[in-house]
Every structure is written in C-alpha cells, then in structure tokens.
C-alpha cells in the first residue's frame, strides 16, 4: 500500500509540475506572439460550419486553431484529414488531448501557418488578430488555388474582397463573419 501511495504522490507531483510548465509557457507564448487564446462558442462555431458547406472531399485547413474546436466540428462533414496550426503551446496540447479521445481525422502542427503551404486547401477558417489579416491576405492570394474558400471570424482580411459579410447579430450572440473565395 506504502508503494502505491508513494506512485501516487509522484504521479500527482509530475501532473502539478507539467500543468505549471504548461501554463507558464502558454503565458510566455501569448507575449511573444501577442495572440492571446480566445476560443469561440460551440454555437459559432457549428454556424460558421454550416455557413462554409463542408463537403466530404474538402481539404480544411484551420489557421490558428486553438483547441481545435473548428477542426472537431468540420470532421463531422468530410473525409479527408483536418489540418490546423496552433503556436501556443496550451491550445496545441488540449488538441492533441482532445483527439486522443475523440479519433477524429485531425493532423494539427505546433507551427506558424505563415510558413507553411496552403496550396491543397479548399476550405480555410482563421479567427486571428486584425494585425494578421493583411498578410494573410497576400499569403492567400500568392499560394491558394482558384476556388478555396476563406470563412474568417470577427476581421476581415484587408486586402482582399468578401464575397459575402453576415453581420454580427447580438441577437443570436454571432460575431461578424467574412466569407473570400480565391
């Protein structure tokens, strides 16, 4: 009993210790990258969704994607593997926690989205800072093929022309939401 206890007691401490490491980097991530983690509703997220009509064989990505909430309900709609990127660290690993229960068809990168290739991407979804949006804009244009589908969350990208804006609605407790298409 003594031996169990003390695994306990070890395992407890290990838990306590790696929880503060991640806090603390998730705090040193937010001042470095000036993003702080702010995720949004299930009821946004589930319209927004709808809104991007997933089909089965589109390649999502989504860019900046926190603790995967896009992600986990875009699996829902197609077959193909998820993609997202997420640079702080406590977001990254409850995506990865959130994945291991769930099984879903999600690859998520602990990585800066603007150094990787959007080229396979039909469907992007991003709810990143204004500061963001304009190079993302040109990111889009130079490496997005004809026809991928941008649904942005609250900012619009600023050189780049929405097909369609769905204002906010304080009723229904919506963010303004931007729909681009390449």
């Not at 401490?13 to 998730?26: D, R």
């Not at 619009?156 to 097909?163: D, F, G, T």
């Amino acid at each position: 009993m003594e031996i169990i206890a003390a695994i306990l007691t070890y395992l407890a401490l290990f838990a306590c210790v790696a929880l503060t490491a991640i806090i603390f980097a998730t705090v040193v991530s937010n001042l470095l990258l000036k993003v702080p983690f702010v995720p949004s509703s299930k009821r946004v997220i589930q319209h927004i969704a709808k809104l991007a009509n997933i089909k089965k064989d589109d390649q999502v990505y989504d860019l900046g994607s926190g603790d995967g909430r896009f992600l986990f309900e875009a699996d829902k709609y197609t077959n193909k593997e998820l993609i997202g990127f997420e640079q702080a660290m406590l977001p990254y690993c409850l995506t990865k926690i959130k994945n291991f229960f769930h099984k879903a068809n999600i690859r998520i990168h602990m990585k800066n989205f603007m150094k990787a290739d959007l080229a396979s991407a039909d469907l992007i979804y991003c709810y990143l800072g204004p500061e963001t949006m304009t190079e993302l804009g040109e990111k889009i244009q130079k490496e997005c093929r004809k026809g991928t589908r941008i649904y942005s969350n609250t900012f619009s990208i600023k050189n780049m022309e929405p097909m369609e804006v769905w204002p906010k609605d304080k009723k229904k407790r919506l963010p303004t939401i931007y729909y681009y298409q390449v």
